[in-house]
C-alpha cells in the first residue's frame, strides 16, 4: 500500500511561484511513474505533468515553459515547482504514484492552488 501527501498549495498572486511537494509512504513498493493532475471547479480532472523512475518529464503544453518536476528517488518525493502562475492555474493539484509490482495507481487528497490579484 502507498500513501501519497501533497503540500505546497497556497494563494498567490498572478506571476507567483509555488512549489508543490508529494511524499510517498510506500510499504517495501517501488514507484514506477509519478505525477500531477489538476481540476478546476466545473472543469474535469486535466494533466499536468509526469515523472518516470528515470526522471524523463512530460508536461501538458500549459505547463511548459513555466513548470518544473523533479523527484528524489531516495525520499520517495516528487516536486512540482510552478512559476508565473495564472489566474487559470487555480485548482486542486492532485498527484499520484504507480507501482509495477503490483500495477497499481495511488493518489493524494490534493492541495489547493489559487491564484488571484
Known amino acids: 500500500q502507498v500513501q501519497l501527501v501533497e503540500s505546497g498549495g497556497d494563494s498567490v498572486r498572478p506571476g507567483g511561484s509555488l512549489r508543490l511537494s508529494c511524499v510517498a509512504s510506500?510499504?517495501?513498493?517501488?514507484?514506477?511513474?509519478m505525477g500531477w493532475y489538476r481540476q478546476a471547479p466545473g472543469n474535469e480532472r486535466e494533466f499536468v505533468a509526469r515523472?518516470?523512475?528515470?526522471?524523463?518529464?512530460n508536461y501538458a503544453d500549459s505547463a511548459k515553459g513555466r513548470f518544473t518536476l523533479s523527484r528524489d528517488n531516495a525520499r520517495n518525493a516528487m516536486y512540482l515547482q510552478m512559476n508565473s502562475l495564472k489566474p487559470e492555474d487555480t485548482a486542486v493539484y492532485s498527484c499520484?504514484?504507480?507501482?509495477?509490482?503490483?500495477?497499481?495507481?495511488?493518489w493524494g487528497q490534493g492541495t489547493q492552488v489559487t491564484v488571484s490579484s
Open positions: 499520484y504514484a504507480t507501482t509495477i509490482f503490483p500495477p497499481r495507481q495511488y
Open positions: 510506500a510499504s517495501g513498493s517501488s514507484l514506477n511513474n
Open positions: 515523472i518516470t523512475s528515470g526522471g524523463t518529464t
